[in-house]
């Protein structure tokens, strides 16, 4: 599998659960797994992959931790990166901004020339709008762990599985 580092901002503690779960379907080691508080250019270039996770806060914004390693990933040259996005979101209180915090980070690295993997189908979803979706697709995994917290665990599974081919 190629060197995959997983990157996630998490202020209540679920995207870090989400984030530790994905790595351990994976087989991602736990030193593999970083807070991207503490992200710095060294170590996004240590890796092949990454796999990013945030959750959506406000009117739709991303976790406060990524905008600083928002900055570090947009001032490297990522061509030759894949990228995997995961979002935790409230799809019941916040339907009009669910995992809007995905849809960012895909926005704000859509022309650095990586290679985006993981888009998940919308289908199994209830929300009203969310600028994580392009032509019926999240951009990567979508999670409601307040209000389907019984799909969590099936959803981290049948994605994990996906990214393995494109990981391989």
Same mark, same amino acid.
Request: aromatic share 8%; glycine share 10%.
């Given at each position: 599998?190629?060197?995959?580092?997983?990157?996630?901002?998490?202020?209540?503690?679920?995207?870090?659960?989400?984030?530790?779960?994905?790595?351990?379907?994976?087989?991602?080691?736990?030193?593999?797994?970083?807070?991207?508080?503490?992200?710095?250019?060294?170590?996004?270039?240590?890796?092949?992959?990454?796999?990013?996770?945030?959750?959506?806060? =406000? !009117?739709? @914004?991303?976790?406060? +931790?990524?905008?600083?390693?928002?900055?570090?990933?947009?001032?490297? $040259? %990522? /061509?030759?990166?894949?990228?995997?996005?995961?979002?935790? =979101? !409230?799809? @019941?209180?916040?339907? +009009?901004?669910?995992?809007?915090?995905?849809?960012?980070?895909?926005? $704000? %690295? /859509?022309?650095?020339?990586?290679?985006?993997?993981?888009?998940?189908?919308?289908?199994?979803?209830?929300?009203?709008?969310?600028?994580?979706?392009?032509?019926?697709?999240?951009?990567?995994?979508?999670?409601?762990?307040?209000?389907?917290?019984?799909?969590?665990?099936?959803?981290?599974?049948?994605?994990?599985?996906?990214?393995?081919?494109?990981?391989?």
């Amino acid at each position: 599998m190629k060197k995959t580092g997983v990157f996630y901002g998490s202020t209540t503690g679920t995207t870090e659960s989400v984030a530790n779960l994905i790595a351990e379907k994976l087989g991602i080691a736990q030193a593999d797994v970083h807070d991207v508080s503490k992200m710095s250019a060294d170590m996004v270039k240590a890796y092949e992959a990454l796999i990013l996770g945030t959750s959506t806060w =406000g !009117d739709g @914004e991303l976790q406060d +931790d990524w905008y600083d390693g928002i900055k570090v990933l947009k001032g490297m $040259d %990522l /061509k030759d990166k894949i990228i995997a996005l995961f979002g935790c =979101g !409230d799809s @019941e209180s916040y339907g +009009d901004t669910f995992c809007d915090g995905m849809g960012i980070l895909y926005e $704000d %690295l /859509k022309t650095s020339g990586c290679r985006f993997i993981g888009a998940v189908s919308d289908a199994d979803y209830t929300y009203s709008s969310s600028i994580s979706v392009i032509d019926g697709n999240f951009v990567g995994l979508a999670i409601d762990d307040v209000n389907e917290s019984e799909k969590t665990e099936e959803r981290i599974a049948s994605w994990t599985d996906m990214l393995k081919a494109d990981l391989a």
